[in-house]
């Protein structure tokens, strides 16, 4: 429930964020301009361009995840114009024609006569950006009066190669991963087998290759079993089952197979509590320690949604191995200090 | 705590304010130039000691097919009556007077330090004109002052 809490609250700080992003067009420059096509003399990617009766300023600015040309146009002709965003054409190196397809936000647009709007309009893919010296922009403006289409055009010129402006990562990630045991060695055996994994992870990726997260997972059902000793203590009828869970951070390394398929390690220090999970053993049974969580997980995007936000959401299904080291870790007096290791699958999903 | 630390969020997020506009944006064309101040921040407006420093940024190109002379020793902004100096300049070579050629884009940077002391902004709120030559012809933006700008 608290989890469920979080999310939503996390999750109204980005629709709040996201909120009139068109209008405050000096945010978006200042944010996600794209340096890279900036002009010395300007040091801007502004393109003021007059042509079939309308005004336009152009710009390509572009996050993690999509590059968009942004374009605020006045209507200076005495009859409104339709800007068709669908059929606005890219032209990479004076070659590859790209389109911006039908997605969220790419709607066609009337602008009245005398007025202005702004508009943005995602490019298909940012690695369209890589290695090219130009890009030309071509913005078919229709008439509604004399029903004519006429075209309006820019053309921007790389100053300088970037890396992130041509690929395209997601900065957060969210996962819930479910397993089962695969080995234990030390004294942790002495807590016996569990049967069960679930953890929750939340990752800030900040830059495609690493990233920083949280980890909160629970272990179940250690159960009492004869050869359990750390359960002799114990009178006979007593049910003994205990719950191990594992708060921490870890460090992200990022491995690009493909544009869908990742490999993931991480490695960080945590917190783990153990405890009793059931009610017919009232005693005192609680320990906690420092400990150490490594993690290998392959990853698979295997759908793609688009938001209204002009935004897109990576659905993901994953599968993997977790070790824990509990160095120091005691309960009712007893070592438990060891190593324990988990097979997961995980599904998740990433912006 | 752990309650606090989901509690968070919403607090941050039920403190913060719709900013005021005071600088909307507007792309114009005056005398064959085409005019925007899209990097103008709508809202925020930098306090010294002495008063607000007012920084306006233009992004200008010459539609025309010639070269033309820039003169923007002439720009000021209005606040009320008052006709306060503004310091426009080529934002690139820094220049005051310069000559654009064909079709180039250009950066403009107009700014002037306000004075608190002389009083006579602290009753009202004004809307402001910025004016700045182009050519012949003046292109004109509005600009907000709160009364409290000024305290």
């Not at chain 2, 792309?27 to 920084?55: A, M, Q």
Request: aromatic share 14%; with cysteine; proline share 3%.
């Amino acid at each position: 429930m608290r989890m469920f809490i979080f999310l939503i609250l996390f999750f109204s700080q980005f629709t709040w964020a996201n909120t009139g992003t068109d209008k405050n067009i000096y945010r978006e420059l200042k944010d996600f301009e794209l340096d890279g096509w900036k002009q010395v003399e300007t040091s801007s990617t502004i393109k003021l361009e007059s042509a079939c009766g309308v005004e336009a300023e152009l710009y390509l600015v572009g996050n993690h995840r999509h590059n968009r040309l942004l374009m605020g146009i006045t209507n200076g002709n005495q009859s409104p114009v339709i800007i068709r965003n669908s059929d606005i054409k890219f032209i990479f190196d004076g070659k590859k024609e790209r389109f911006p397809g039908y997605q969220f936000g790419n709607l066609d647009h009337r602008v009245l006569e005398g007025w202005w709007s702004i508009q943005q309009v995602n490019f298909p893919k940012k690695k369209d950006f890589k290695d090219v010296k130009e890009l030309e922009v071509i913005i078919p403006v229709y008439n509604e009066k004399d029903r004519s289409t006429c075209s309006l055009t820019a053309r921007f010129l790389k100053h300088k190669e970037i890396k992130s402006e041509s690929f395209s990562y997601s900065a957060i990630e969210f996962a819930i991963d479910v397993g089962g045991e695969l080995g234990q060695s030390g004294n942790f055996k002495k807590l016996g087998d569990p049967s069960g994994y679930v953890g929750f992870e939340m990752n800030f990726f900040i830059r495609p290759e690493w990233g920083l997260g949280m980890v909160y997972a629970s272990e179940h059902n250690f159960k009492n079993t004869p050869s359990s000793k750390i359960f002799n203590r114990f009178r006979r009828g007593d049910d003994y089952e205990a719950r191990v869970t594992y708060l921490g951070f870890q460090y992200l390394r990022r491995f690009y197979l493909s544009d869908n398929f990742t490999i993931q390690y991480a490695l960080g220090p945590g917190f783990q509590t153990i405890e009793n999970s059931t009610d017919t053993y009232n005693g005192d049974i609680e320990g906690s320690s420092l400990a150490l969580s490594q993690k290998l997980i392959f990853n698979w995007r295997y759908h793609q949604v688009y938001l209204p936000s002009r935004e897109t959401l990576d659905l993901i299904l994953g599968a993997g191995v977790i070790h824990h080291y509990t160095p120091g870790l005691k309960i009712a007096g007893v070592n438990l200090d060891g190593h324990r290791s988990n097979w997961i699958v995980r599904v998740g999903f990433q912006f | 705590m752990f309650k606090l630390l989901l509690l968070f969020p919403l607090l941050a997020g039920c403190s913060s304010q719709l900013p005021m506009v005071r600088s909307e944006y507007q792309l114009l064309r005056v005398n064959d130039f085409l005019i925007t101040n899209s990097y103008v921040h709508p809202s925020e407006l930098e306090e010294k000691s002495e008063g607000p420093f007012f920084k306006y940024p233009l992004m200008v190109k010459n539609l025309k097919k010639n070269s033309r002379h820039i003169d923007l020793s002439e720009s000021f902004l209005m606040i009320g009556l008052r006709k306060i100096p503004l310091h426009c300049h080529n934002s690139h070579s820094k220049k005051v007077k310069f000559s654009v050629a064909s079709e180039e884009t250009f950066s403009v940077m107009c700014q002037t330090q306000l004075n608190n002391a002389e009083g006579m902004f602290q009753v009202s709120d004004y809307k402001a004109l910025i004016d700045v030559p182009l050519e012949g012809e003046s292109v004109q933006y509005a600009y907000l002052f709160r009364v409290e700008d000024f305290q």
